[in-house]
């Protein structure tokens, strides 16, 4: 039986923030392997199997998904709708992990349906321990939903 | 309510109907069961003959069924043909008894109803009445049937006709009154019987009465001064004088005065009695004229009103012309009062509005006015002028609706005055827009501002740590001292953002006015604080109960700075006191504070406690952003209170607080401070 390895996917566009998170994962020993989305629209392709990833199954459900709110093209909460909307999709865990400390955006993050939401901390030690514990937790205290077939 | 006059006349002129066919009906009796004294009441009196009788009732009848004037219903009509037919019954009979007079011949009428025995008192053919009661039931017949011809003022006919045979009357009463045979009997032929002759009076009086409203006989039923006396004076002047002469001659006959006496006591009752009579009546109408002048002044008295008006008051018809204009209405319209009177009022109206008066006068002629309509109107000169107007009809004292009042006010000033008013309030609602447009983009820019900004912060703090780690090796000391200021820079300067966006967020959110708790936010704060830093022993004196007005969310970002201040700057004590309390009566001059006993503040630099950004220490003594105070003067000047600090260096520090929020009615005394 083939163990597939649950991805992490990062949907992030600042590259800096991107290179600091993956850092974070690394240092904390999370070795899943993490699939970069820099905006809204690459990561749709890869949660349905669409565009640049056409092929992939989209019942190949990530272990999480860190969504970062605001996304060129097509941004955050958006993707997270979709997420939600569709049947395949719908039970990815899914953490909002932002900036942004504005209350309307944490109310909508809810609203849509997220898991959790996490402010992203200046300090950066703060912030890879935030990592860590996301990364503990949703990989390994939790239980992942089932993948389809 | 008084019945009003007409009608009590007519009633008398029903009740002698009534009486004429009682009378009838009396004699008919007797004649029919022979009871003489029926007949001729007193033995040496001529009788009344059954024809008398039978036209007495013929005449009574048809006075007691010609009340209406013109009938409306069908029994009405056959009321008025039936009486008709006995007035003619009536005529016809005396017509054909004058004729037997004059031609001498016996037509055969007088014995038909009953018989007479030749050799009656008096009686020269017998059952034939007497000549001179023919000929007044001839003119009574007339009179009956002409009752409703002729002009309603000027010469009536029947009242003519009544006055014949009143005369007839009254001659036959005076010549028995007065003992002269030939008043009442003429030549060798039966003379009028007594009860004949009252009784043709009376249904002569029936007769002149019946249509009092009609000819001469109108003056008796006057309301004014001429109704009066003649109503007052008529009877007594005609029944005066007989009275007098009568009660003189008794008196002379019967001894009790003397005969030459009788004259100048007749004369000397007359005078006292005519001069009653007069004193009385000029009493009376002194009065009414008395009144009439008290409502003439009252009637100039409101006419003054109307003329001394701003408003254009004027009155005018059912179909719209005008009967009476003001001096408001001249200063208005531009039209004088000679011109205006008499002509229409679409006059005064724009074409575009000739639907309305029409309207409005059908509302006034159904007795319901207008209030306050709001119209256009036409000038002399042809200028246009906005009005308000009130419609109300003028009422007759019959209650019936004659004419409409209409109170036109100019509302020129006021039309403008509203313009200016919808003018403003499209400008208010303008800036309104723009200030919500303003708030929109002030809400835009801090959202990106708490995003955007924090990025690259975490980027210098994540890139600077990461160097330090990475290249532990290879960095010197002071390679690793300045990246770890950078990093420190990069934290300090997340946490000013931070602190400017809660500002920015105390200045532009609503607020909420609820009854806090201050006490339980007090010891919530303190919870954290304890809970941040469990490894320091701080007292709290937190004083129960206090609570005061305010957003709540507001309020606990007061006391977290205030207390997390006295925390900070008792961070050196060994043994730090914080206390939270107030003083004074709520309402009064009562106050909040929070009081340490920390690093305290030199009061030379008070005024700068509150600036943003302003420092009395350097981030090496003590951390903080500077801008915590001004966040709680902001919120503070927010509810309407004020925020002041006493202090000593290094005799801890005491920050004073009043809220001037009420709850009452949900007001607040929320004001602005720059």
Redesign the interface.
Known sequence: MIVRERVILLVEDNPDDQVLTQRALARNNILNPVVLAKDGVEALDYLFGTGAYAGRDPSALPAVVLLDLKLPKVDGLEVLQRIRSDERTRPTPVVILTSSKEEQDLVNGYKLGCNSYVHKPVDFTQFSEAVRTLGLYWLILNEPPPMGR | MKTPLPARFKAFSRVTGAIGMTAALLVLAGWLLDIAVLKSILPDWVSMKPNTALCFLLAGLALWLLQEETPATRAGTARRRLAQVCALAVLLIAALTLAEYLSGRDLHLDQLLFQEPPGTVETAVPGRMAPNTAFAFFFLGCALLLLDRGPRRGFQPAQLCGLMVAMVGILGLLGYGYGIKRLYGLAAYTPIAPPTALVLLLLAAGVLFARPDRGPVEVFTSESAGGVMARRLALPVLVLPVAVDLLARAAEGGGIIGESVGGLFHAVLIMVVLGALVLTTAAWLERTDLQRRQAEEKTAHLAAIVEGSDDAILSKTLEGVITSWNAGAEKQYGYTAAEAVGRPISLLIPPDRTQEMALILEKVARGEGVEHVETTRLRKNGELVPVSLTVSPIRGPDGTVREASTIARDITERKRAEMEILDLNAQLSQRALALEAANKELEAF??SV???L??????L??????LLEDYAGTLDAAAGSHLQRI?AA??R??LII?DL?KLSRVTRADLRVEQVDLSALARATADDLRQRDPGRGVEFVIADGLSAAGDPRLLRMVLDNLLGNAWKFTSRCKHARIEFGARGEDGGSGFFFVKDNGAGFDMAHAGKLFGAFQRLHGPEEYEGTGIGLATVQRIIHRHGGRVWAEGEVGGGATLFFTLGTRLDNGETTDKERP
């Open positions: 801090s959202y708490s995003h955007d924090r990025a690259p912060l975490r980027s703090d994540g890139f600077s740590l990461a990093r990069a934290q300067m997340g931070d966006l």
